[in-house]
């Protein structure tokens, strides 16, 4: 390289040595490129069909369940279950938290309605926990990206 800065020297040798030139100038530094961000905005989430069939069913159930027996449990399980399943069927971005705290409280119940003799209502209130579960697994975020300088 004729007029370059560095220059690459063999020696009798072998050896290989890297001269300098210092009266050639450094290259200019490249320029700096714009900071830019990527923004990423949850615009709703999708559950999928399974789970959507299975909380309806839930509800159903949960309907059956207050008809016939009119329990304070019963009437909490209708609010949950229908709560579930507006936020299921609508994907608003709020309906994880909702679930997962209807899953926590179903979870929760189990043992004290094990203590008090109502093996029924907590098998119910396990797979309710094991469906809301399935639906903070299984959900999938519906998402748009927009880069910003």
Known sequence: ??????LVVEEPDGSIAIAFNQEVPPPEPPPELPVTQTTIHINSLAFCEKGKVMTCIFLYITMF?????????DIVNMCFMFTTLIMV????TIATYQIAVHGILSFMAIIPLLVIDMWGTAIYQLSVAVLCLYLNYSV???TSSQLEP
Not at 1 to 6: D, L, S, T
Not at 65 to 73: G, P, Q, V
């Open 1 to 6: 390289m004729e007029g370059g800065r560095h």
């Open 89 to 92: 069927v609508t994907g608003w």
């Open 140 to 142: 999938k975020y519906v």
């Open 65 to 73: 369940l207050l008809t016939w027996f009119f329990r304070f449990i």
